[in-house]
Structure formats: C-alpha cells, structure tokens
C-alpha cells in the first residue's frame, strides 16, 4: 500500500485494499477554528489526518476517509475565521460517508476527533448507525473526560503547572503541531490562556458564553514553553491511549 489515503487512491486500487481484507475505515473529523494567536486554524485538521493514519497504521488493514471539516465549533465563533457547522449538517454528512462506504464493502467504522467539540455528537451518531446497522461495526475513540485525565497525567509526568495543558492551542496541542507541522506555528505569538484545570464548570462557561468568557486569547493552558522534542512524545502518548481504547472496543464489541 502506497497510501492508506482513500481521497490518494484509485477506485481499482480501494477495490484491491477492499479485496485484500481492508475492510476497517477511520472517519475523523478536525475544525476550522481559532487556535489562539499562534496556531493556525486548521491545526485541529492537520493533527487529525496525523491521526486517524498513525492509528491506521497499528490496527493493520484500515484505511483513512477524507477528513471532515469544519466541526462543531459554535463556541469559538467569536475570534475571526472560525467556521461551525449546524449539528444537523455534521451528522448528515459522516452519515452520509458510512452509507457510501458500506456500498463499497466496509464493515467497521472508527469515528474519532482531534476537536473536543465533536465528542459528544460522534458519540450520539455511532450509536445511531449502530442501530439501524445490524452487522456492522461503529467505535468512538477516547472520551472527553478520558482524554483530559491524560492532559493531567502528561503535565504530572512531565512536572508541569496544573492547567498547563489546557486542551486548546496549549502546551501539548502546540507541541504536537511543532512536531507534525511546524510551518504552522508562530512562536513569536504564544501567549498564556486561562490557565487551570478544564473542571466541567469552566467547559459549561465556554459552551455557554463562547471561549472569551473564559479566555480572551482563546488558549486554555499555556503555550510558551512548547517544543517539538515534547511533541512526539506527547503524540505518541496519546496514539497508544487512543489505539488501545479502539482495539478493546472492537473487540469487545
């Protein structure tokens, strides 16, 4: 296999991955959002794709569906560029992906998010499929809570301020985009965000009042000591959390 991009292969060459036992494919949805003042808008996006084909690549026999995008970014609408979809639209469309791909012969479906505001919605859509799919496969990735108790471990792991890691163009999203794609990183224009742990009453303030009711910059956590070194390792962390969350799930299905 050349690529495990579906959007990079030819239909004889999906048919032959198809044929051969790629039966398995990774639906993953990023944003188009503002990521503070030195993260570009499509880092959610990028750090998706990275994703969805690192996971590919350690399930064995799965292939990587073109990235949806925008997601559902309502509370960041307030900082210039961010796009949001309507949930109806969302949903439509990674419904209408798994209906296109069932027709091809795919059986197990993976929908996983690089953007915390997709969490919930993935969760309600795989239950759905599942559902009116009998016979086929739908899995999520890691849980929200779930993947802030491993920004809590990484920050005591690596002897960091509480809060550090934030989830949102912090210390660990804007290390992992020096990693993967460093083109895309201002250092220069890292700035300290609201600092502090994401508790349930700071996550309902910014789904309510918009990210600038907590934050005026738009970064939760605190971006200024990132670097690239830490990146991979962060990556890797939580490629291994996210691989091992997916292959219980499908076999426990």
Known sequence: MSTLLLEEMTWPEVKTA???GYNTVIITTGSIEQHGPHLAELSDTAIAEAS?????????????????RPGLSDHHLAL???????????????????SCYIKHGFKQFILISSHGGNFNALEEIASGMKE?????????GLPLNELLELL??????????AGTCGGHACEYETSVMLYLFPKHVRRDKAREGYVGRPTQEILSRMHEGGITAVSASGV???PRQAGAERGKKY???????????????????
């Not at 350690?58 to 073109?66: C, D, I, K």
């Not at 809590?152 to 301020?161: R, V």
């Open 152 to 161: 809590a471990g990484i920050e005591e792991d690596f002897q960091l301020p």
């Open 235 to 253: 990556f890797e962390l939580g490629q291994e959390a996210l691989y091992k969350t997916i292959k219980e799930k499908l076999l426990n299905y």
């Open 220 to 222: 939760l956590g605190d």
């Open 52 to 68: 969805a084909l690192d996971l590919a690549e350690r399930l064995g026999n799965t292939l990587v569906a073109p990235v949806i």
């Open 132 to 140: 009116r799919n009998p016979g086929y496969k739908f899995v999520t």
């Open 80 to 98: 210039a560029g961010t796009l949001s979809l309507r949930p109806e639209i969302f949903a439509g469309l990674i419904e209408d992906y798994i």
């Open 18 to 20: 198809l044929d051969n």
